[in-house]
């Protein structure tokens, strides 16, 4: 467990902040994006923070096990996530308490709950990278479905899809195109031969070092690769039909976490459009959901509900390791 350490909220008097007080925070978010936001909370408002990472490979599934565990004697206090199934999973098994705040930042109601056990902020997206030594751009994957084409057998790498963004991904395509059009989809992985490895960031490297042509990962991996000088592009897939899947980061109060009035601060404090927007300058997030600011054109995207993707996990889950594994 990692310790962080505390200039008032704007609108809070010094009354309002326990000064001596701690929280504890449980983060999927990658800890060089979330530990500089939770370090800045520390200095903005005094209150100590204790947060929790979880690893590349493992990503949220980690701490969804760990939360789950700890139910009868909370530990967290706060869980922010870096995707929003696991935190429907764990909305469904009771792990959060209900906190009603004001919504009106919001772009869209499908992106909190309206029952107040989480809040939704910073959305990422699914995108391609592609190597642009090895492979010329009319020959680039324009669709999603292009990765089981025979010309690319061979030359694809993805995330294991049982953890993190992928996992969400895959299950989002079984609720969005049915078990029979989601089957087809994974023989055609299988038949081109499709490399699983332990981790987008793990992905990334991977095209940008030649070892594959054609990635599929998120969108703030993409960009890290590429400010790294990897001779990699980043493609937005099926922009003339529904477009990339995309997703979001969740914050949740953890019922029974002893730190309560300090969790709300935490999560008042991030549920900001400018720290939305410093993740977004970050690399951390690519899309404002907090506010409809945006920059330059927008790509076509779609979610889904995270109740109904989490209701695909199993069986998703289930042909994934019938069919990849």
């Known amino acids: 467990m990692l310790t962080l350490s505390v200039f008032v909220l704007a609108g809070c008097s010094n009354s309002d902040v326990d000064k001596k007080g701690t929280v504890i925070v449980y983060t999927s978010v990658d800890q060089f994006f979330s530990s500089k936001i939770l370090k800045q909370f520390e200095k903005d408002t005094g209150i100590t923070v204790k947060a929790l990472y979880d690893t590349e490979a493992s990503k949220a599934v980690g701490l969804e096990k760990r939360l ?15 995707e929003f199934m696991r935190t429907a999973r764990l909305e469904s098994a009771g792990v959060f308490e209900k906190y009603m705040r004001d919504t009106g930042d919001y772009t869209s109601d499908k992106y909190y709950s309206p029952e107040g056990l989480w809040y939704g902020m910073g959305g990422r997206s699914r995108v391609f990278i592609v190597n642009k030594d090895l492979l010329k751009e009319n020959d680039y994957p324009i669709a999603l479905t292009d990765i089981v084409k025979p010309r690319f057998k061979g030359k694809i790498a993805l995330c294991t899809p049982y953890f993190g963004t992928t996992s969400t991904h895959f299950a989002a395509i079984y609720h969005k195109y049915g078990e029979e059009k989601f ?21 990334k490297n991977a095209v940008g070092n030649g070892k594959f042509a054609i990635g599929l990962v998120d969108t703030d991996d993409a960009l890290v690769g590429i400010e790294q000088g990897l001779p990699i592009k980043m493609i937005y897939y099926d922009q003339e039909k529904d477009g990339m899947f995309s997703f979001f980061q969740t914050l949740s109060l953890v019922k029974g976490g002893k730190n309560q009035a300090n969790g709300k601060i935490l999560i008042d404090y991030l549920l900001r ?6 993740l977004i300058e970050m690399k951390a997030v690519q899309m404002h959901i907090l506010t409809t600011e ?6 076509k995207i779609w979610t889904a509900s995270p109740g109904a993707i989490k209701d695909s996990l199993p069986a998703s ?3 994934l390791r019938h069919y990849l594994d």
């Open 273 to 278: 459009s400018n720290i939305e927007q410093q």
């Open 68 to 82: 789950l565990a700890e139910k009868g004697n909370p530990k967290a206090d706060v869980f922010w996530n870096s």
């Open 317 to 319: 889950t289930a042909l």
């Open 183 to 203: 089957k087809d989809f994974l023989i055609g992985l299988k038949n081109n031969e499709i490399i699983m490895l332990a981790g987008n960031s793990v992905v």
């Open 294 to 299: 945006t920059e330059g054109n927008t790509p």
